[in-house]
């Protein structure tokens, strides 16, 4: 978006300013899709499960291979990383079912 503006100010400069307001419309048109899309916090979302898989990660090759064999860090494993996934694919879910409106049947998925 403020790549846009450099670009009306550029076109004002060399003469071309019929195309000041051309640009300053996809600019706006640019922000508009990013706000209703929520890019922002999508991103954010995704980054958190990105650092979360790899402390997890960390975690895990950290662990001798005795400890990787105790039951209880091997079902630490797994929550974490069915949490971590959930985490994500739920607010995906909630974000394509928001977008496109439709609404849950209350049956499981």
């Known amino acids: 978006p403020e790549g846009l503006t450099t670009?009306?100010?550029a076109f004002?400069?060399?003469g071309l300013s019929?195309?000041?307001?051309?640009?300053?419309?996809?600019?706006a048109?640019?922000?508009a899709v990013i706000a209703y899309r929520q890019m922002d916090q999508r991103l954010q979302r995704t980054n958190a499960a990105v650092v979360s898989v790899r402390r997890l990660m960390i975690w895990w090759h950290g662990l001798s291979v005795i400890e990787k064999r105790?039951?209880?860090?091997?079902?630490?494993l797994?929550?974490?990383?069915?949490?971590?996934?959930?985490a994500e694919s739920g607010s995906t879910y909630i974000q394509t079912k928001k977008e496109t409106g439709s609404e849950?049947?209350?049956?499981?998925g």
């Open 18 to 27: 019929e195309w000041i307001p051309v640009s300053m419309s996809f600019g």
């Open 7 to 9: 670009v009306a100010t």
């Open 104 to 108: 849950d049947s209350g049956e499981g």
């Open 70 to 76: 105790i039951p209880g860090n091997k079902t630490f």
């Open 12 to 14: 004002g400069s060399v």
């Open 29 to 31: 048109m640019f922000n």
């Open 78 to 86: 797994v929550n974490t990383m069915e949490t971590i996934i959930q």
